[in-house]
């Protein structure tokens, strides 16, 4: 194998400057004496494919670089440079350590980059003034750095007067299908409330009232297409609804956009999901945004915001001076590569209809074109007057998850092992526009947080940095 010269992007608005490069070979990794070593050091390599199983481990705090080399290599805010540092020397197995400075403070990461360690550059100084997230894509010997954030709070960080459709946000396609389900079912491998603590703010949520011509009773059994999301027995909303409360009360800087739709088996209308949802959960006096405008961060702090995909009764389509209840997207196109709800307030990626693992290539393809619509908005600061404001200011949400019932290959979580890699390496690589604010629109996904892997996650967060730093 020929060494690649590694490139560096830098997407924070710090400059940053290569110091120093040490190189470690294969034979002085951490030693794995026992089963904990071995799971604590496993490593992840990131492709534009798929996940490795390959173990790879962390340089040992003991070991000795064979090479130690001072370097002066800048990287200024929002731009990359293609180094002549070569990824290995003698062997694609050794390891290197990277020294960088920052406003005169060091920082360290190790490449290839060690699953536990894979979010955080490690500070030098006892007290740094900046925090730093790498992520090293593997193949194209790219290493990204991100200003890090507390994914918990993340939307601490930035202005109220933003519009929330302006944010990189992450989300997750039939959030609450974490349970034990057939596969072709689930679509998550970790509950709602730890998709929230680490950074998850859309929820794609699908939902069949269970008495649907009772509507004083809030029964609404959470589904995916005809399915329960458990063997084990119905989940429901109440509950799910329980832990999103809980989370906006401890972090009330944060949203959460939740997009709920009617599915399942039974004769339910929409109108009856309606009138359940309003009685019982968006009452005037609750924490649900019900306008049917897109709200500004300040707006929607500590609050769910409500992205409508089902029809209403009379009553609430008269809410608001007559122009209804909720974010509508009610008219959302199927199976769609690129459509605008008839609303105006949303732009769609859902191409899901992948029939053959040959397609994959095709829904990551669809995935890196609405990444890159989403890059070219430049949306203002300050609150917008009324639906019809906001028209111009569109969410721009981009389905990751696709799937084909009667081909195990195509699966949820068979198809997050390529799309999520491959979303990844678009953001640390391609992604890029500077008359936009770089956004990446709402990214919804299965199957994040697999084995504690969140860089999909961080990257998106990350990608928020160039509009915090706006200054109109």
């Known amino acids: 194998m020929v060494a690649e010269h590694i490139t560096i992007r830098n997407n924070t608005n710090t400059p940053i400057t290569l110091k120093r490069i040490e190189r470690f070979r294969a034979q002085e990794h951490q030693k794995r004496d026992d089963i904990t070593s071995l799971a604590k050091n496993f490593t992840r390599v990131l492709t534009n494919t798929t996940r490795s199983d390959e173990p790879a481990a962390a340089i040992d705090s003991h070991a000795k670089p064979f090479e130690n080399k001072e370097v002066n290599i800048r990287i200024d805010p929002f731009e990359s440079n293609k180094t002549d540092v070569r990824t290995f020397i003698d062997s694609d197995k050794e390891l290197s350590r990277l020294t960088f400075d920052a406003e005169g403070q060091r920082h360290q990461i190790q490449t290839p980059v060690p699953t536990s360690e894979s979010a955080t550059m490690k500070a030098l100084d006892d007290k740094p003034k900046h925090r730093f997230t790498g992520i090293y894509v593997t193949p194209s010997a790219q290493l990204t750095i991100f200003s890090s954030a507390n994914l918990n709070a993340w939307m601490r960080e930035l202005r109220d007067d933003t519009l929330v459709s302006a944010l990189s ?37 699908r939902v069949q009232p269970q008495y649907p011509q009772d509507a004083g009773k809030d029964e609404l059994i959470l589904v995916h297409s005809v399915f329960p999301i458990s063997l084990t027995g119905n989940k429901y909303f109440r509950d799910l609804m329980h832990d999103v409360n809980q989370f906006l009360d401890k972090n009330p800087s944060e949203t959460l956009i939740i997009s709920v739709k009617r599915e399942g088996p039974g004769d339910a209308t929409d109108e009856q999901l309606a009138r359940i949802l309003s009685d019982h959960y968006a009452r005037p006096d609750s924490r649900w945004w019900v306008q049917p405008k897109i709200p500004t961060l300040g707006e929607a702090r500590g609050k769910v915001v409500l992205v409508r995909r089902f029809g209403l009764n009379d009553n609430l389509k008269g809410a608001h001076g007559g122009h209804g209840w909720g974010i509508d ?17 949303l732009c769609i990626q859902d191409f899901y209809e992948v029939q053959e693992t040959t397609n994959i290539d095709k829904k990551v393809k669809y995935v890196s074109e609405h990444i890159d619509r989403a890059s070219h908005g430049r949306y203002p600061f300050g609150v917008q007057k009324d639906a019809e404001a906001t028209r111009r200011y569109p969410f721009f949400i981009n389905f990751l ?47 994040v947080g697999q084995d504690g892997d969140w860089d999909l996650v961080r990257c998106i967060v990350g990608m928020n940095a160039k509009l915090r730093e706006r200054k109109n």
Do not use: M, Y
Request: charged share 20%.
């Open 401 to 447: 998850s696709a799937s084909n019932f009667w081909k195990t290959d195509t699966w949820p979580e068979k198809i997050a092992a390529k799309v999520n890699p491959a979303a990844v390496d678009h953001i640390c690589r391609r992604h890029n526009n500077e008359d936009g604010d770089c956004s990446t629109g709402i990214l919804v996904t299965d199957w």
């Open 329 to 345: 997207a009610a008219a959302w196109a199927d199976n769609t590569p690129n459509s605008t709800c008839p609303s105006g307030q």
């Open 169 to 205: 946000i992450p989300g997750t396609h039939n959030s609450p299908t974490c349970h034990v389900a057939p596969p072709s079912v689930r679509c998550q491998a970790v509950s709602p409330r730890e998709q929230l603590d680490n950074g998850v703010r859309f929820f794609d949520i």
